[in-house]
């Protein structure tokens, strides 16, 4: 089966300039996740939706960053202004009905 | 919310000896534990499993084992190899409610020495 697709892979953007990123889970997955990864962490939960619904945003920084997943399948989020500490790696995971989470290769962002 | 403390936070090991990595959680509510393995530059792949209703699984030379009243979970690796090298994360969630949050640990850097 294809693998979570991310896009792109890369981006160095100044500060307070916008980006945005695109995510294609696996088929058939309902839940899908979004992720920020800094350097030396783990991933931290962005936004859980559940098809086209969003069910858990509660770290998401509202004032800047958004995201939406309008048809149930492809996912986008977008920061705007990006900020020097916004700099990570984005993943998104879509996970499987035995609540495997299965992630993409990721975009690192890099902000100037 | 859950809270994941995981440690060491790097491990170093001669090939061939064995590696343990333990976490700790703070929900009771917390059900499902997944481990994954992040190798450098790449995304976090999932490896093992466990869920509350066992206390430990084996796949290989992989374990996990969890131990619900003392809310710790530790991954186990055996014969190590130099490909075991890599961060490693564990994680917590709760199945239940109808979605799964995870929230994962800060990570384990483990390098196998040839």
């Known amino acids: 089966e294809a693998g979570v697709a991310q896009s792109p892979r890369y981006k160095i953007i100044e500060k307070r300039q916008s980006v945005a990123f695109w995510c294609n889970p696996i088929s058939g997955h309902a839940t899908l996740y979004w992720y920020q990864q800094i350097l030396g962490q783990g991933p931290k939960l962005l936004i859980q939706f559940q098809n086209n619904g969003v069910v858990d945003d509660s770290q998401l920084p509202k004032d800047r960053f958004s995201a939406e997943r309008l048809k149930g399948v492809d996912s986008t989020l977008k920061i705007q202004p990006a900020k020097l500490e916004d700099s990570a790696v984005y993943l998104c995971?879509?996970?499987?009905?035995?609540?495997?989470?299965?992630f993409g290769p990721g975009t690192r962002l890099t902000v100037l | 919310g859950e809270n994941v403390e995981q440690h060491p936070s790097t491990l170093s090991v001669q090939e061939g000896d064995s590696a343990v990595i333990k976490c700790t959680y703070s929900d009771s509510a917390s059900n499902y534990f997944p481990w994954y393995k992040q190798e450098l530059g790449k995304r976090p792949q999932l490896i093992i499993d466990?869920?509350?209703?066992?206390g430990e699984k084996k796949d290989q030379r992989i374990a996990v084992t969890l131990n619900k009243t003392a809310k710790h979970f530790s991954l186990h690796i055996t014969e190590t190899q130099p490909e075991d090298s890599a961060v490693y994360f564990c994680a917590a969630s709760d199945l239940s409610g109808g979605y799964q949050k995870v929230t994962f640990g800060t990570g384990t850097k483990l390098q196998v020495i040839p």
């Open positions: 466990i869920r509350s209703n066992v």
């Open positions: 995971a879509s996970r499987n009905p035995y609540n495997e989470q299965f």
